[in-house]
C-alpha cells in the first residue's frame, strides 16, 4: 500500500505522543489516518439523533448535555487523528474524561431533589482539573487512561447497584439491564480490538500491504474501537435517560422502542383520553 512522501505531510511532523497503527496519509494528503478519522462521525451521528429524540419527547436539558459531551469527543478524535498533532491529541482525550464526569453527575443525582448538592460537581470539576494539570505536566498516556477507567469504574458500579434496587418483577428491569450489558459489550469489544490493533500492529500492516485500501481498512481495528466505543456510550446514557424516569417517578410515562432492532429510544407514552 503506498502512501504519501513522509517528508511532506499535510499537517507537518507528527508531534503526538500516540500514532496509530493506521499508515499515515494514505488515502488523502489532508487526513493523516483515514478510517481513524471518519470512524468517529458514530459519535456524531448518535449524539445528534439522541438530541433529537431528547427534544421530541420533552426530556431534561441534562441529557442533551450528555450527548454534546459525547458529540465533543468524537469531535476532538476526529481532529487528532486528522493532523497527529500534540495539541489535537490533548482535544481527543481529555474531553473523555469530562465526558465522564457528566455521565459520573447523571448516575448519582437521579432522584427528584439533588441529595448531594454542589459538592459533587464541585468534586468532578476538581477531578477534572487536577487530571487535565497533571497530564500537561506527565504527558503519559498510561495516567490518562488511568485517570479515564476510575470513572468509567465508578460509573459501572453505580449502574448495576442501581438496576439490583428495583424489585425483582419490575417490568423495567430486564431492560435497563439489557441496555447495561449492550453497553459493557461495546466498550469491553472496543477494548479487545483496540489491544489487538496494539500487541498485532507490525502483522495488521504487512498484511495491508498485499491488499487494496478499500479491503485493508477490515483490519483499521481502532476506527471499529471507535465504533464500538460510541455505540456503547449511546447505549448507556438512554440507559440513564429511562433509569432517571424510573427514580424520579415518571417511569410509567415512558417506554423503551428499538429503531430498526438495533438503535434503543426513550419514547413518551401518549397519553389515551
Known amino acids: 500500500m503506498s502512501t504519501l512522501s513522509p517528508d511532506s505531510p499535510f499537517w507537518g511532523p507528527v508531534t503526538s505522543t500516540i500514532d496509530w497503527c493506521e499508515e499515515n496519509y494514505v488515502v488523502s494528503r489532508y487526513i ?20 433529537r429524540n431528547t427534544y421530541q419527547n420533552d426530556m431534561p436539558g441534562r441529557f442533551i448535555l450528555a450527548y454534546f459531551a ?16 500534540y495539541e489535537m491529541q490533548l482535544l481527543d482525550e481529555l474531553p473523555m474524561i469530562y465526558g465522564a464526569s457528566i455521565l459520573t453527575w447523571h448516575i448519582f443525582e437521579i432522584y427528584p431533589e439533588n441529595r448531594y448538592g454542589i459538592w459533587l460537581p464541585l468534586a468532578l470539576i476538581g477531578y477534572s482539573v487536577f487530571v487535565t494539570w497533571s497530564y500537561l505536566i506527565i504527558k503519559n498516556p498510561v495516567f490518562h487512561q488511568v485517570s479515564y477507567a476510575i470513572l468509567v469504574f465508578t460509573v459501572v458500579f453505580r449502574s448495576t447497584s442501581l438496576v439490583k434496587r428495583l424489585p425483582k418483577d419490575s417490568p423495567e428491569r430486564p431492560q435497563l439491564a439489557f441496555l447495561l450489558k449492550l453497553a459493557a459489550s461495546g466498550f469491553l469489544g472496543a477494548f479487545l480490538v483496540w489491544n489487538v490493533d496494539n500487541q498485532f500492529c507490525d502483522q495488521l500492516r504487512a498484511w495491508r500491504g498485499t491488499v487494496n485500501v478499500a479491503v485493508g481498512s477490515i483490519s483499521q481495528l481502532h476506527g471499529f474501537w471507535h465504533i464500538m466505543t460510541g455505540l456503547g456510550v449511546y447505549f448507556y446514557v438512554v440507559y440513564n435517560e429511562y433509569i432517571y424516569q424510573i427514580f424520579t417517578g415518571r417511569g410509567d410515562q415512558f417506554k423503551l422502542i428499538w429503531v430498526a432492532g438495533v438503535i434503543p429510544r426513550l419514547i413518551k407514552v401518549q397519553k389515551k383520553d
Open 32 to 51: 493523516a489516518e483515514f478510517f481513524n478519522t471518519t470512524t468517529n462521525l458514530v459519535f456524531v451521528f448518535l449524539s445528534l439523533y439522541g438530541i
Open 70 to 85: 459525547i458529540m465533543f469527543i468524537g469531535f476532538g478524535s476526529w481532529c487528532f487523528h486528522m493532523t497527529l498533532q
